[in-house]
């Protein structure tokens, strides 16, 4: 028995040798070869201006109409897709869970509050398994009935109250029109409430197209059917419409008259041959007048045209030697002239208001200032009910929201603003935007505002001039992932305690809290400091970030930026940024110059020659946020929007280093040749923002700053998503060539690919297609930061 024993330990040992002689360990895994980046073809060309001769080796992806160079441009873009996709391969599940994020905060019942114009509630909403909206009506005073008490509280019951709705467009229907695609611009619907008129774009030949529906049959009317529509305003209650057509450079050159019903053919009420004019018209909100801008770049004109008899002429009320913001109204016999044009040849830094009696015979005619200059409460916006003005207000960085009652003294000479019968309106804290509404009715004492914060959902809100209450008419819950519509009985309302008092400082309400405004600020942060600029000016940031993940060593950011055409930098709460922030993000907006919200001269010293400081603001914001610690030194990205990318790209240009990640969405990258050379027609408004290529000095800053000339050779730069498409103001062959030039010129390293993804033309109208957009670039960010 031991022998057996132990010849079967042997035999076992034996066998054990033999197996493991055939054994072989397998090879290590070796990781998949990353993908490799499209090459375009390179066809260099030189340019010549001023003296200075460069080489551009893609060119040829602007030349539209070379058959051979845009079938290149199609098989580049399919490489570049597919490269795309090949990077994003592995973060395919992250996408998934961040799009089911995204979409799931979006509601479900979409509709926009009803604005109450008259007897009547007008209204937008999304039939379920449609794409398009549908524009509708109903009785004010049949709601009452209809509104719903059912949890959710959505409003109004749609259900049951389709049989008092009335159907004015059904945008789907739309669709099938112009191509399968529905983008309207202008929609104006009549005093009388008998006719829209609206214009759709029309992508097939690029422009808008002109339309008038009535209401009362829902057919469209035979004329005016019209081609290159930029402006709409009605005339004789309802009867005619003034409309205005762009040249084939898409300014607005022509102004006409038609008669609805008639047969005659549309009278023209004005044409501006010179091809610096442009021209823009407006209704007065009581419709009395129609107001006629015309303008170049060194000059400004407003005309007005009586609304009851729209063919005779034209009458001058305004003129001032340069380009200048100019909006007219009209209450009870005077004219009010709300604009920033200097004064006494002065350029000045803010907007001011002028009134004069409508019959004034003087010539010129006179106009008296209504309030006293005050540079601690700036007057940002107004607007005119028949009895109360609405002001929008700037207190420093602080918004505020007044109302004064009318009429105010005139005769008297202008009067200091705090010392009017004011009443201040109820706001929630960080306040970021204040937007009017539509407020068409001049009638009503209730007044429409869209409130925006970095913390809070927009929230749009009805405040009652006469006792200062106020209502959310619509707001997001985003702790219930819910859109309320409230209106009518439903409806959430505030008075304020001493909602009868007058002060000279905001209103506080014991009920003005984070819960009846739907803050989120008891989870997210909001902090902002004044950073120090290369030139030591002093540039607003703004930083957002989840409480329960405190800014702290390796914390991730990203830093926003515009910087152009004087517009406020969209600092409001977007619910797909939720995503980063609940993984840890920070969320940071600079307000450099170039922007709006801190005057004109904040404006004007971030554009033209000054474009450099625009792009050292932004530098300087990212580098407070990594040597504060706010944000890690590696985990930091750009995000920049349409002339925001340029931003962000220049500031790339300059400190590559400074940043691990970036995304520019549809950028303006390639200044030199598009402002020569534009494929796409430009106004006068781009070249006061970006600079004249025939002025020298302005040419010498566009070379300096344009992103497209300033790559840096053999330096490592950040990763890049560039969202672009075939329809967008700044061509897809800008996105392509930068792209491209910089694959070309830096150094290579495949954990920082440069991508090019183009998005389809109907994201900006459908929701599923901007969550997957959106969760792209989440994905995208989340990836290179943890790479």
Same mark, same amino acid.
């Given at each position: 028995?031991?022998?057996?024993?132990?010849?079967?330990?042997?035999?076992?040992?034996?066998?054990?040798?033999?197996?493991?002689?055939?054994?072989?360990?397998?090879?290590?895994?070796?990781?998949?070869?990353?993908?490799?980046?499209? /090459?375009?073809?390179?066809?260099?060309?030189?340019?010549?201006?001023?003296?200075?001769?460069?080489?551009?080796?893609?060119?040829?992806?602007?030349?539209?109409?070379?058959?051979?160079?845009?079938?290149?441009?199609?098989?580049?873009?399919?490489?570049?897709?597919?490269?795309?996709?090949?990077?994003?391969?592995?973060?395919?599940?992250?996408?998934?869970?961040?799009?089911?994020?995204?979409?799931?905060?979006?509601?479900?019942?979409?509709?926009?509050?009803?604005?109450?114009?008259?007897?009547?509630?007008?209204?937008?909403?999304?039939?379920?398994?449609?794409?398009?909206?549908?524009?509708?009506?109903?009785?004010?005073?049949?709601?009452?009935?209809?509104?719903?008490?059912?949890?959710?509280?959505?409003?109004?019951?749609?259900?049951?109250?389709?049989?008092?709705?009335?159907?004015?467009? !059904?945008?789907?229907?739309?669709?099938?029109?112009?191509?399968?695609?529905?983008?309207?611009?202008?929609?104006?619907?009549?005093?009388?409430?008998?006719?829209?008129?609206?214009?759709?774009?029309?992508?097939?030949? +690029?422009?808008?197209?002109?339309?008038?529906?009535?209401?009362?049959?829902?057919?469209?009317?035979?004329?005016?059917?019209?081609?290159?529509?930029?402006?709409?305003?009605?005339?004789?209650?309802?009867?005619?419409?003034?409309?205005?057509?762009?040249?084939? /450079?898409?300014?607005?050159?022509?102004?006409?008259?038609?008669?609805?019903?008639?047969?005659?053919?549309?009278?023209?009420?004005?044409?501006?041959?010179?091809?610096?004019?442009?021209?823009?018209?407006?209704?007065?909100?009581?419709?009395?007048?129609?107001?006629?801008?015309?303008?170049?770049?060194?000059?400004?004109?407003?005309?007005?045209?009586?609304?009851?008899?729209?063919?005779?002429? $034209?009458?001058?009320?305004?003129?001032?030697?340069?380009?200048?913001?100019?909006?007219?109204?009209?209450?009870?016999?005077? #004219?009010?002239?709300?604009?920033?044009?200097?004064?006494?040849?002065?350029?000045?830094?803010?907007?001011? $208001?002028?009134?004069?009696?409508?019959?004034?015979?003087?010539?010129?005619?006179?106009?008296?200032?209504?309030?006293?200059? +005050?540079?601690?409460?700036?007057?940002?916006?107004?607007?005119?009910?028949?009895?109360?003005?609405?002001?929008?207000?700037?207190?420093?960085?602080?918004?505020?929201?007044?109302?004064?009652?009318?009429?105010?003294?005139?005769?008297?000479?202008?009067?200091?603003?705090?010392?009017?019968?004011?009443?201040?309106?109820?706001?929630?804290?960080?306040?970021?935007?204040?937007?009017?509404?539509?407020?068409?009715?001049?009638?009503?004492?209730?007044?429409?505002?869209?409130?925006?914060?970095?913390?809070?959902?927009?929230?749009?809100?009805?405040?009652?001039?006469?006792?200062?209450?106020?209502?959310?008419?619509?707001?997001?819950?985003?702790?219930?992932?819910?859109?309320?519509?409230?209106?009518? =009985?439903?409806?959430?309302?505030?008075?304020? !305690?001493?909602?009868?008092?007058?002060?000279?400082?905001?209103?506080?309400?014991?009920?003005?809290?984070?819960?009846?405004?739907?803050?989120?600020?008891?989870?997210?942060?909001?902090?902002?400091?004044?950073?120090?600029?290369?030139?030591?000016?002093?540039?607003?940031?703004?930083?957002?970030?989840?409480?329960?993940?405190?800014?702290?060593?390796?914390?991730?950011?990203?830093?926003?930026?515009?910087?152009?055409?004087?517009?406020?930098?969209?600092?409001?709460?977007?619910?797909? $940024?939720?995503?980063?922030?609940?993984?840890?993000?920070?969320? =940071?907006?600079?307000?450099?110059?170039?922007?709006?919200?801190?005057?004109?001269?904040?404006?004007?010293?971030?554009?033209?020659?000054?474009?450099?400081?625009?792009?050292?603001?932004?530098?300087?914001?990212?580098?407070?946020?990594?040597?504060? !610690?706010?944000?890690?030194?590696?985990?930091?990205?750009?995000?920049?929007?349409?002339?925001?990318?340029?931003?962000?790209?220049?500031?790339?240009?300059?400190?590559? !280093?400074?940043?691990?990640?970036?995304?520019?969405?549809?950028?303006?990258?390639?200044?030199?040749?598009? #402002?020569?050379?534009?494929?796409?027609?430009?106004?006068?408004? +781009?070249?006061?923002?970006?600079?004249?290529?025939?002025?020298?000095? +302005?040419?010498?800053?566009?070379?300096?700053?344009?992103?497209?000339?300033?790559?840096?050779?053999?330096?490592?730069?950040?990763?890049?998503?560039?969202?672009?498409?075939?329809?967008?103001?700044?061509?897809?062959?800008?996105? =392509? /060539?930068?792209?491209?030039?910089?694959?070309?010129?830096?150094?290579?390293?495949?954990?920082?690919?440069?991508?090019?993804?183009?998005?389809?033309?109907?994201?900006?109208?459908?929701?599923?297609?901007?969550?997957?957009?959106?969760?792209?670039?989440?994905?995208?960010?989340?990836?290179?930061?943890?790479?």
């Amino acid at each position: 028995m031991r022998h057996l024993f132990r010849f079967g330990a042997v035999a076992r040992r034996e066998n054990l040798v033999f197996l493991l002689r055939r054994y072989r360990s397998p090879k290590p895994a070796t990781a998949p070869s990353p993908p490799t980046p499209p /090459k375009p073809p390179k066809k260099p060309q030189k340019f010549s201006f001023h003296g200075i001769t460069w080489e551009d080796p893609y060119s040829w992806m602007s030349n539209l109409n070379d058959k051979v160079a845009m079938r290149h441009m199609d098989v580049c873009m399919e490489q570049e897709e597919k490269y795309t996709e090949a990077v994003m391969s592995d973060s395919e599940k992250l996408q998934n869970k961040l799009q089911f994020e995204m979409a799931s905060r979006i509601p479900f019942d979409l509709s926009t509050p009803p604005l109450r114009w008259g007897p009547w509630l007008y209204y937008r909403r999304v039939e379920e398994g449609k794409q398009y909206p549908v524009l509708c009506r109903r009785l004010a005073s049949l709601n009452d009935e209809f509104i719903s008490h059912k949890y959710p509280p959505a409003g109004f019951d749609f259900a049951s109250g389709k049989r008092i709705e009335q159907k004015l467009i !059904d945008y789907n229907q739309e669709a099938e029109r112009f191509g399968g695609f529905a983008y309207e611009e202008l929609s104006e619907v009549s005093p009388n409430h008998q006719f829209i008129a609206y214009t759709m774009y029309d992508k097939d030949n +690029d422009y808008f197209k002109l339309s008038v529906r009535n209401l009362n049959s829902g057919s469209l009317c035979s004329k005016p059917q019209v081609d290159r529509v930029s402006n709409l305003a009605w005339a004789k209650d309802g009867q005619a419409l003034l409309y205005v057509v762009t040249d084939q /450079k898409k300014r607005p050159y022509r102004i006409y008259c038609s008669l609805i019903g008639s047969t005659d053919d549309d009278a023209l009420l004005l044409e501006e041959s010179d091809e610096n004019v442009h021209i823009n018209i407006r209704n007065t909100k009581d419709f009395r007048f129609v107001t006629v801008n015309t303008f170049t770049t060194t000059s400004s004109k407003v005309f007005l045209i009586n609304a009851a008899d729209p063919l005779s002429g $034209l009458k001058l009320v305004w003129e001032c030697p340069s380009l200048a913001h100019c909006i007219i109204e009209h209450h009870h016999g005077y #004219l009010y002239l709300f604009t920033d044009a200097p004064r006494a040849g002065q350029s000045i830094d803010y907007h001011y $208001l002028l009134c004069s009696p409508v019959n004034d015979p003087s010539n010129p005619r006179k106009w008296e200032e209504v309030f006293l200059n +005050d540079e601690d409460l700036i007057v940002e916006d107004v607007d005119f009910s028949d009895k109360y003005l609405a002001l929008i207000l700037r207190e420093g960085c602080n918004f505020r929201l007044c109302s004064v009652k009318l009429p105010l003294s005139t005769g008297k000479g202008a009067v200091k603003l705090r010392k009017l019968d004011i009443r201040y309106l109820s706001l929630p804290k960080h306040v970021c935007q204040i937007s009017p509404g539509p407020n068409y009715d001049f009638y009503s004492s209730v007044m429409r505002f869209i409130i925006s914060s970095p913390v809070m959902p927009d929230a749009v809100v009805d405040y009652e001039l006469t006792t200062g209450r106020w209502n959310i008419i619509q707001q997001q819950n985003m702790l219930h992932d819910r859109t309320r519509i409230l209106y009518g =009985a439903n409806s959430a309302s505030v008075t304020l !305690d001493n909602a009868n008092s007058k002060c000279s400082g905001p209103v506080n309400s014991k009920l003005e809290d984070s819960q009846s405004w739907n803050e989120l600020s008891e989870f997210y942060a909001c902090e902002q400091f004044d950073v120090p600029s290369a030139d030591g000016v002093k540039v607003p940031l703004t930083i957002v970030f989840s409480r329960s993940n405190k800014p702290e060593d390796k914390t991730p950011g990203i830093l926003h930026g515009h910087g152009t055409y004087g517009e406020l930098l969209d600092k409001r709460w977007r619910s797909e $940024l939720k995503s980063l922030l609940d993984r840890g993000w920070v969320v =940071a907006y600079a307000d450099v110059r170039g922007g709006g919200g801190h005057g004109k001269k904040w404006h004007h010293d971030g554009r033209r020659t000054k474009k450099h400081n625009s792009i050292n603001d932004y530098i300087s914001c990212a580098k407070f946020l990594t040597e504060r !610690d706010i944000v890690d030194e590696n985990k930091l990205a750009g995000w920049g929007y349409s002339a925001g990318g340029l931003l962000v790209a220049s500031a790339i240009n300059q400190h590559p !280093d400074l940043f691990r990640a970036a995304v520019l969405k549809v950028p303006f990258l390639d200044p030199t040749n598009t #402002l020569l050379y534009p494929v796409l027609p430009l106004i006068a408004a +781009d070249y006061e923002e970006f600079g004249y290529p025939g002025d020298l000095n +302005d040419f010498l800053a566009i070379r300096d700053y344009s992103p497209y000339d300033n790559i840096q050779k053999d330096v490592l730069y950040p990763a890049v998503l560039v969202n672009s498409s075939f329809n967008t103001r700044f061509g897809v062959w800008e996105a =392509a /060539k930068w792209v491209a030039r910089v694959r070309d010129l830096t150094i290579y390293d495949p954990k920082r690919p440069i991508l090019l993804n183009l998005t389809t033309d109907l994201v900006e109208e459908n929701r599923y297609l901007q969550s997957k957009e959106s969760a792209l670039e989440a994905a995208f960010l989340i990836k290179m930061m943890d790479s």
